[in-house]
Structure formats: C-alpha cells, structure tokens
C-alpha cells in the first residue's frame, strides 16, 4: 500500500498560542499541513487539498487544535 501513501506539506504559520501542554516548551508553532496531489490524485477531479492546522511543539512533537 505504500505507492499510494499520501503526503504532507507543512508550513509555519508563526509562534503558538502558548507553551506545550506535554512538556512545557515553548517552541510551540502554529503549522498548516496541506496534502499533495501526486499519483492518483493527479487524475482524480474530486481532490482537495485539505489543510489543517494545529499547533506542533518541537521539544517533544506534541500536536494539539490550535486555540
Ligand atoms: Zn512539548
């Protein structure tokens, strides 16, 4: 199943709202992961780049609804 894993392109969208629930850090960012079309999405009319966003934290890669 791997050939048709789907990717993820993430953007920072800057600083997060506060520090990490988990570990305290606050390293915390508000990222935006969109999928890429590839494969066959390239022939499907139906695909969207369905974006979401969370806040990810790079101490311990904690991932949490952004507030
Ligand atoms: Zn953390």
């Known amino acids: ?3 048709v894993e789907t990717r993820r392109r ?3 969208l ?3 709202s506060r520090p ?6 606050e390293d915390v960012s508000l990222t935006e ?3 890429v ?6 022939l499907n009319p ?3 780049a369905e974006a979401r966003r969370y806040e990810l934290c790079a101490g ?3 991932k949490r609804e952004p507030a």
């Open 10 to 12: 993430r953007t920072s």
């Open 60 to 62: 311990c890669g904690s």
């Open 46 to 48: 139906a695909f969207k």
């Open 1 to 3: 199943m791997g050939w």
């Open 20 to 25: 990490c629930d988990v570990c305290g850090s």
């Open 33 to 35: 992961s969109r999928r």
């Open 14 to 16: 800057g600083p997060g």
């Open 37 to 42: 079309r590839q494969g066959l999405d390239r």
